[in-house]
């Protein structure tokens, strides 16, 4: 993995912080407004839409990632990407801590892009070079 700082104010949302920001979360929006740029995996926009249709109100929240997804930049995963997840799910087994695979994927786009992580939850500090924030 490459060792590098994120660039500062460049974040990549995690698909819990994008719940809160859905919520109206107000100290994820005024931390949403003050980033530089804000990325969001497809892999989150996955999750989103997955808990989307097994909703009771599936229009109105996939309307909600169709405005995400409209205003923000979202990273799909490629050839690079799938190096980075490889790294990491290959140092996380070699110490008996894997995580789910949708957390690697993402973790793998952070790594990739040089971003910094915003999520809420703590096992991304389990990988080495990423560079995490709570919101």
Not at 25 to 35: E, F, I, N, Q
Not at 37 to 60: C, D, M, N
Request: charged share 20%.
């Amino acid at each position: 993995m490459s060792e590098s700082t994120p660039m500062a104010g460049n974040v990549l949302l995690d698909t819990n912080v994008v719940i809160a920001l859905f919520a109206g979360d107000r100290a994820v929006l005024r931390r949403k407004r003050t980033s530089e740029r804000v990325f969001v995996p497809a892999t989150v926009i996955g999750e989103l839409a997955y808990g989307a249709l097994k909703s009771t109100q599936a229009h109105t929240n996939l309307a909600k990632i169709g405005e995400l997804v409209n205003s923000s930049v979202v990273l799909p995963c490629d050839t690079a990407t799938a190096h980075h997840y490889g790294e990491v799910k290959s140092q996380l087994h070699k110490s008996g801590q894997l995580l789910p695979d949708n957390d690697l994927w993402i973790a793998a786009l952070a790594l990739q892009h040089h971003l910094t992580l915003i999520t809420r939850d703590g096992h991304f500090a389990r990988i080495e070079g990423l560079s995490v924030e709570a919101w």
